[in-house]
T-cell receptor, first 117, second 111 residues
Framework: KAGVTQTPRYLIKTRGQQVTLSCSPI?????VSWYQQTPGQGLQFLFE???????NKGNFPGRFSGRQFSNSRSEMNVSTLELGDSALYLC????????????????FGEGSWLTVV | GEDVEQSLFLSVREGDSSVINCTYT??????LYWYKQEPGAGLQLLTY?????DMKQDQRLTVLLNKKDKHLSLRIADTQTGDSAIYFC???????????FGKGTRLHILP
């Protein structure tokens, strides 16, 4: 079956702009979570959506937001971009929410590379 | 707060075993994961272990969990050039319902 799909794969934005990234989870998966990966900070949890509701959020400013649609697809938005937002943004899907249950497995997409200039 | 620690680099000769270590702090963790990331790619789930298990084996991979010491290891038997990647340890923090990653261990294979 198809894996987690993220679009776009690469994009360049200028400071002050906003960006929307998209994530289509594995069919049947209801949880989508987002992560920011940078060389300095490593992988950091942004937020998780389950059944269209944000369940939890990492330590990021309000410029970072997201939503989930009824088909479980999710979008992440970053407004007023800063140079430090340049990163690989990864999306992951799982059948259950992150607290999960027996054998809950979390699968990642290939990521969206964002460069802010 | 919660933290996951890994050494940053490991060099191993082809054919030898690689052992990547990880320590975590949250005692309420239910699942611990190992992911592999190759250059320019996303994270590939390698294996996971439930906190009530001590060991899990899957082909060339062996995961050992010492819950008392909060120590997790990943052993790759017969390491091959295709194993060259960054390996991330991660835990689900049950209390906060989020996942915490280590900084990753870069595995370098020597000929």
């Amino acid at each position: 079956k198809a894996g987690v799909t993220q679009t776009p794969r690469y994009l360049i934005k200028t400071r002050g702009q906003q960006v929307t990234l998209s994530c289509s989870p594995i069919s049947g998966h209801r949880s989508v979570s987002w992560y920011q990966q940078t060389p300095g900070q490593g992988l950091q949890f942004l937020f998780e959506y389950f059944s269209e509701t944000q369940r939890n959020k990492g330590n990021f400013p309000g410029r970072f937001s997201g939503r989930q649609f009824s088909n479980s697809r999710s979008e992440m938005n970053v407004s007023t971009l800063e140079l430090g937002d340049s990163a690989l943004y990864l999306c992951a899907s799982s059948p259950l929410n992150l607290q999960g249950g027996s054998g809950n497995t979390i699968y990642f997409g290939e990521g969206s590379w964002l460069t802010v200039v | 707060g919660e933290d996951v620690e890994q050494s940053l680099f490991l060099s191993v000769r082809e054919g030898d075993s690689s052992v990547i270590n990880c320590t975590y702090t949250d005692s309420s963790s239910t699942y611990l994961y190992w992911y592999k990331q190759e250059p320019g790619a996303g994270l590939q789930l390698l294996t996971y272990i439930f906190s009530n298990m001590d060991m899990k084996q899957d082909q060339r991979l062996t995961v050992l969990l010492n819950k008392k010491d909060k120590h997790l290891s990943l052993r790759i038997a017969d390491t091959q050039t295709g194993d060259s990647a960054i390996y991330f340890c991660a835990e689900i923090v049950n209390r906060d319902d989020k996942i915490i990653f280590g900084k990753g261990t870069r595995l370098h294979i020597l000929p």
